[in-house]
Antibody
Framework: QVQLVQSGPEVKKPGASVKVSCKAS????????ISWVRQAPGQGLDWMGW????????DYAQNFQGRVTMTTDTSTTTAYMELRNLTSDDTAVYYC?????????????????????WGQGTLVTVSS | QSALTQPDSVSGSPGQSITLSCTGS?????????VSWFQQHPGKGPKLMIY???KRPSGVSDRFSGSKSGNTASLTISGLQAEDEADYYC???????????FGGGTKLTVL
């Protein structure tokens, strides 16, 4: 069955970086995209960006551009999200989610938002 | 890109039907049939309930249905049950503009 298993909780100091992993199994990793979504305590869902696993193309939300990097390792079917220069506002649960590539045009796929499987979430706490 | 607009809360009694709204713009909801809805119970991760405006993933009850008119999408839950009490988030893709927007979420209370 499809599973996305994320790395464990992290505690970081302000200014540090965090790298969260998302191990996929149960499906053809390369034929889907992976989005990252975060949720601050008591708040709503916030889309951070997307990576098209088959070609490594990335699209980042404006709020995170310049501070986030999303990558994948197809040999281990693992996706990664690195967020740099952390502040207390980055304290949140970070989710990876599978995107079924529902919208593709001229050979390029784009994030569709139809996230059908989610990781269990990784709590990142930023505190001095 | 601004977040999609959802009412903060909605309530209904068991057996009733309720409709949750989600308002975007001509750049997202109005341009593409790429609206999704997610259910989230406290302390749990989101669950996909509707995608591509009207489609239900396998295993989702047919009490849940989606629609769209112009820049506003809607999620209707019929035959309301206690287990439907949760937060609901709408989501829209911007297509080739390569972004995804979430609404702020609606808390559904079953009275």
């Amino acid at each position: 069955q499809v599973q996305l298993v994320q790395s464990g909780p992290e505690v970081k100091k302000p200014g540090a970086s965090v790298k969260v992993s998302c191990k996929a199994s149960g499906y053809d990793f390369s034929t889907y995209g992976i989005s990252w979504v975060r949720q601050a305590p008591g708040q709503g869902l916030d889309w951070m960006g997307w990576i098209g696993v088959y070609d490594g193309h990335t699209d980042y939300a404006q709020n995170f551009q310049g501070r986030v990097t999303m990558t994948t390792d197809t040999s281990t079917t693992t996706a990664y999200m690195e967020l740099r220069n952390l502040t207390s506002d980055d304290t949140a649960v970070y989710y990876c989610a599978r995107d079924p590539n529902l919208y593709c045009s001229a050979g390029t796929c784009y994030p569709s938002g139809a996230f059908d499987y989610w990781g269990q979430g990784t709590l990142v706490t930023v505190s001095s | 890109q601004s977040a999609l607009t959802q009412p903060d809360s909605v309530s209904g009694s068991p057996g009733q039907s309720i409709t949750l709204s989600c308002t975007g713009s001509s750049s997202d909801v109005g341009s593409y049939n790429l609206v999704s809805w997610f259910q989230q119970h406290p302390g749990k991760g989101p669950k996909l309930m509707i995608y591509e405006v009207t489609k239900r993933p396998s295993g989702v009850s047919d009490r849940f249905s989606g629609s769209k008119s112009g820049n506003t999408a809607s999620l209707t839950i019929s035959g309301l049950q206690a287990e439907d009490e949760a937060d609901y988030y709408c989501c829209s893709s911007g297509g080739r503009r390569s972004f995804v927007l979430f609404g702020g979420g609606t808390k559904l209370t079953v009275l």
